[in-house]
């Protein structure tokens, strides 16, 4: 594969190597919050596990029947899911501090697109996280408090997915410069992907942490889950639009949070047994947003494979920086 670059494209100024210690020390962090998450999940499924009444309801961790509940199984699946994407990149990050590149820096620092701001978003992240799954462990419950941490803990992951699309687009062409095409397919699968995961499972908890909310605060279920559903449906509406004008030229690869969605909203509408009414969300809302992710992941396949044909993959047809003269056989 042959990649035409522009002409006196700036390049970064070439500078002995140095650790970062600062990044060094965020991704050291990050990882022992992972840890830790990854443990307080597999007890509390565990612990709940051994009751012999199956359905626990444990609101800090969503086990709540509304009618935007899914069944704790698939929770639980998606989350580890996650954790498994989460170590995968964390391994893969790690491996980058020992690569040196030709511009005098190590990879983590340059250009790998998961930068140190990465890094100290995620350890917040899963800061947050982290006393949501001790109040699981414990079954307590505040109402304001667990709203607050689902929604910080996704406003952090949505900042580290745009520092990541950003610095992929802007490093693109030293990726290609010296050849790091794996790392560019690395970076869509491992960092971009995961990240879509996470903030997946973390956009529909947060709605329906506001829904078991409004449902403690003396609404009724009805109600409460007619506006949980709109308040996804909205924001999968500007998931949409993010997509296909902020981030087009990456909407090609990433797909992960689609399938999350899809799977949720299936588990919802014809396995889980916390329907309590037959309110709008349950009957009519939810089964159409569900119909609509299916066609949309369909046309989105269907978009890759013709793009594929056609050799022009959005991320990398790019006339400002390079264009692909052969088709992408190396990758």
């Known amino acids: 594969m042959e990649v035409a670059v522009v002409e ?112 100290f978003y995620t350890a917040s992240a899963l800061l ?58 690395l970076t869509r699968l491992l960092y971009q992907n995961g990240l879509a995961i996470w903030a997946s499972i973390l956009f529909y908890e947060s709605c329906l942490s506001i829904t078991i909310g409004l449902i403690y605060s003396n609404n009724d279920y009805s109600t409460a889950s007619n506006i949980g559903g709109f308040i996804l449906l909205i924001g999968l509406i500007m998931i949409f639009f993010f997509e296909n004008c902020g981030f087009n030229n990456s909407i090609a690869f990433i797909l992960s949070h689609w399938f999350i969605f899809l799977w949720l909203l299936i588990d919802i509408n014809f396995l889980s047994n916390n329907k309590l009414s037959e309110s709008f969300c349950a009957i009519i809302l939810l089964p159409t947003i569900e119909f609509l992710i299916f066609i949309y992941i369909v046309v989105r396949l269907l978009l890759l494979y ?26």
């Open 128 to 185: 947050l996280y982290i006393p949501q799954l001790a109040a699981g462990a414990n079954n307590t419950y505040d109402v304001s408090i667990s709203i607050f941490r689902y929604i910080g803990t996704l406003v952090n992951v949505f900042i580290v997915v745009v520092i990541v699309h950003n610095a992929l687009q802007d490093n693109m062409r030293d990726y290609f410069r010296d050849k790091y095409f794996l790392d560019v397919w």
């Open 306 to 331: 013709l793009f594929f044909n056609w050799k022009i993959l959005p991320t990398f047809h790019s006339g400002r920086v390079y264009s692909l003269v052969v088709p992408p056989i190396a990758f």
């Open 8 to 119: 006196n494209e700036p390049r970064l100024p070439i500078k002995t190597y140095e650790h970062d210690w600062i990044h060094i020390i965020y991704m050291i962090t990050s990882t022992i919050c992972f840890v830790i998450a990854v443990y307080q999940r597999i007890s509390i499924d565990f612990f709940y596990a051994s009751y012999t009444n199956t359905y626990v309801h444990v609101p800090s961790l969503n086990q709540y029947p509304t009618d935007l509940t899914a069944s704790s199984t698939s929770i639980s699946y998606i989350w580890y899911l996650v954790f498994i994407w989460q170590a995968m990149w964390i391994i893969y990050s790690f491996i980058c501090i020992f690569r040196r590149t030709s511009f005098g820096y190590y990879f983590y620092q340059y250009p790998c697109a998961m930068n140190r701001w990465c890094f």
